[in-house]
T-cell receptor
């Protein structure tokens, strides 16, 4: 099984940088995803890490340490539209399945 | 727009009833996944179909069932509905789904189900 932990809520200021952490305990591991979800809308894919290190994609970066069971999502130059929930999800190799297990999400509020 | 479509967008029904939710995956995707999202539980994986066959099962109740048709669209059937089944139901799709590195899943807009 999988256990994924993220902070429930965070607040940050427009223009600033925020780091959202995710820790996981898994019986197997086949990659870690970050999704953004605005209230009442579909999750949208942000990033994917399968090897240790940092993946950068514009204002968003994601880091993974498999030995520590740890990832973070870094958002730079925060904008008001970044107010959303950020979901960490771990790929479970399972029986040849692409099943993802999601954390409960971190609700980020960006304030002026 | 992810390319995944879901109908209906909203559904209001009564306890004990049965409903069917429909999903069409992105063009070319063979796998369809169903998730339930309620306020206190987050996104819960229900079931995966790959090219018409059930591939993985998560926390899906016996009252719920799904299938994937030859044209790859999928339906999730919810029966004997209870108040606690009120939630957002999302469908997602991916290109493959049978072994190898895990793939990105793309989500549809969801169906909001309210059971009264």
């Amino acid at each position: 099984g999988q256990n994924i932990d993220q902070p429930t809520e965070m607040t940050a200021t427009e223009g600033a940088i925020v780091q959202i952490n995710c820790t996981y305990q898994t019986s197997g591991f086949n990659g870690l995803f970050w999704y953004q979800q605005h209230a009442g809308e579909a999750p949208t894919f942000l990033s994917y890490n399968v090897l240790d290190g940092l993946e950068e994609k514009g204002r968003f970066s994601s880091f993974l340490s498999r030995s520590k069971g740890y990832s973070y999502l870094l958002l730079k130059e925060l904008q008001m539209k970044d107010s959303a929930s950020y979901l960490c999800a771990v790929g479970d190799p399972g029986a040849g399945s692409y099943q993802l297990t999601f954390g409960k999400g971190t609700k980020l509020s960006v304030i002026p | 727009d992810s390319g995944v479509t879901q109908t209906p967008k909203h559904l209001i029904t009564a306890t004990g009833q049965r409903v069917t939710l429909r999903c069409s995956p992105r063009s070319g995707d063979l796998s369809v996944y169903w998730y339930q999202q309620s306020l206190d539980q987050g996104l819960q994986f229900l079931i995966q179909y790959y090219n018409g066959e059930e591939r993985a099962k998560g926390n899906i109740l016996e009252r719920f069932s799904a299938q994937q048709f030859p044209d790859l669209h999928s339906e999730l059937n919810l029966s004997s509905l209870e108040l606690g089944d009120s939630a957002l139901y999302f469908c997602a799709s991916s290109v493959g789904g049978a072994g190898g590195p895990v793939e990105t899943q793309y989500f549809g807009p969801g169906t909001r189900l309210l059971v009264l």
